[in-house]
C-alpha cells in the first residue's frame, strides 16, 4: 500500500504542476467537463468500489474542506464517509502496531485435513457427516461443515458420485480371489497354428500353461479346466473368480464345471482387452521374451518352450508388482557388499539354448 500511495503522490504532483499555465476561465470549463462525465457514469456503473489507497488519498484530499463544502461536490459517496475515512485513518497512524486480525473461524490443522482427506479416499461411500463422526470417534473436534469445505477444497465429490465400483476397483479389492485365463496364438516354422491355454493367478502373479493344441475344441477347454481345479485344490487356492472372454469355445459346460467347485465366470465386455489386462499383459511378454525368439518346430518343441518359460516366470523372473521378486521365490536378504569389492562371483545358467538367463550367486 505504501508503494501505491507514494505513486499516487507522484501523480498528482504531475497532475498539480499541469495546471499551472491554465488560466481560471480554463480549469473552470475542464472542472464543468469532468463533473459531467462523473454524472453520465454515474447513470450507467454499479456503485464502485474503494481500496484502501483509494479512502487515503482522497480523505487527504477533502479533508480541509468544511462540510458543508462538501454537501455542493459532485462524489461517489456520501460527504459523512470522507471524514470517517479521515479518523479511520489517524486510528491506524497512532495505533500500537500488531498483527492483522484474521477474519472468520481459525485455520483447520494440516494433519486434520490430511486425515479427513485420506479418509474419503479410503471410504469411497462416506460422506462429510459419515467422516466428521470417525474424527469424532478418534476424539479430534472439527465442525462437520469444515469437513464438507475440506472435501470440496480437494476435488472430492459426495459420497453418491463416488460409490460406483470401477473395473480397476473390482480387481484390485478382489485379487485374492481372482483367476483370468484365455488362448492365445503361436505360428510354427511351417505356419501352422497352435493355440495355447493359460491362467494367472491376480494375487501372486502364478502363471499356469494348461496346454497347447492345434485344434482347441469345447472338450478340450472343459478337460483343462479339470486339470486347473485339481492343481488349485492341491495347492490350496482360495479363488473365487475366474475372467474370460466371450471365445465360443468357452460353453456352458466351462462355466457349470468351474460353478461346481465354487468359481464364478466373470465375463468381460467385447473387444475390451483392458477388462483382462493381466492376462494379456503376460501373453505380450510371452511373446517378446520367448515367441519372439525362438524358432517353433511344433507342438511337442512348443510345450517344452513354454514349460521353460512357465518355471523362469514363476520362480525367478522379477515382477515389479511383486516389488521384484518372483511369483513363487520371495526376495533373499540383501547382502553388504564390501566398498573395495572389485567382482562379484555370479553365475549364469541359461535356459532354451540362452533364450533366459537365470543369475544366482556363487556358493
Request: net charge positive; proline share 6%.
Amino acid at each position: 500500500m505504501l508503494l501505491r500511495l507514494v505513486h499516487l503522490g507522484l501523480t498528482q504532483t504531475f497532475a498539480l504542476l499541469r495546471l499551472f499555465p491554465m488560466s481560471d476561465r480554463e480549469m473552470d470549463v475542464e472542472i464543468l467537463e469532468l463533473r459531467h462525465q462523473l454524472l453520465v457514469l454515474q447513470r450507467q456503473v454499479s456503485p464502485p468500489t474503494f481500496t484502501g489507497t483509494d479512502r487515503a488519498v482522497l480523505a487527504r484530499l477533502l479533508n480541509h474542506l468544511p462540510m458543508d463544502k462538501l454537501r455542493y461536490l459532485l462524489l461517489l459517496v456520501r460527504p459523512d464517509t470522507l471524514p470517517r475515512w479521515h479518523r479511520d485513518l489517524l486510528k491506524r497512524h497512532h495505533a500500537a502496531p500488531c498483527m492483522p486480525k484474521r477474519r472468520g473461524r481459525p485455520p483447520t490443522v494440516r494433519s486434520i485435513r490430511a486425515l479427513v482427506v485420506r479418509l474419503a479416499r479410503w471410504n469411497t461411500s462416506w460422506g462429510y457427516r459419515r467422516v466428521h463422526g470417525e474424527l469424532a470417534a478418534l476424539g479430534i473436534k472439527v465442525a462437520a461443515s469444515t469437513v464438507w469445505e475440506i472435501l470440496k477444497k480437494h476435488g472430492i465429490p459426495p459420497a453418491p458420485e463416488r460409490q460406483s465400483t470401477t473395473w480397476a476397483d473390482f480387481l484390485r479389492s478382489q485379487a485374492e480371489a481372482l483367476l483370468a485365463c484365455d488362448l492365445f496364438e503361436v505360428r510354427t516354422l511351417t505356419g501352422a497354428r497352435l493355440y495355447v491355454f493359460a491362467v494367472i493367478e491376480h494375487a501372486t502373479r502364478r502363471v499356469r500353461i494348461l496346454g497347447a493344441t492345434a485344434h482347441p475344441t469345447a472338450n478340450w477347454i472343459v478337460q483343462l479346466a479339470r486339470n486347473l481345479l485339481m492343481d488349485l485344490q492341491d495347492a490350496g487356492s482360495r479363488a473365487r473368480f475366474l475372467i474370460r472372454d466371450h471365445d465360443s469355445k468357452f460353453t456352458a459346460a466351462f462355466d457349470n464345471l468351474l460353478a461346481d467347485d465354487g468359481l464364478n465366470v466373470v465375463i468381460t465386455g467385447i473387444r475390451i482387452p483392458r477388462m483382462n489386462s493381466l492376462m494379456e499383459r503376460w501373453i505380450q511378454t510371452c511373446r517378446r521374451e520367448l515367441l519372439a525368439r525362438t524358432l517353433i518346430w511344433n507342438q511337442s518343441h512348443l510345450l517344452r518352450a513354454l514349460g521353460e518359460f512357465e518355471t523362469f516366470y514363476n520362480c525367478h523372473r522379477p515382477y515389479r508388482a511383486l516389488a521384484q521378486a518372483a511369483p513363487l521365490r520371495p526376495l533373499p536378504t540383501p547382502i553388504n557388499v564390501p566398498e573395495r569389492t572389485r567382482h562379484l562371483e555370479v553365475r549364469r545358467r541359461d535356459r532354451l539354448g540362452g533364450t533366459l538367463h537365470e543369475y544366482q550367486h556363487v556358493a
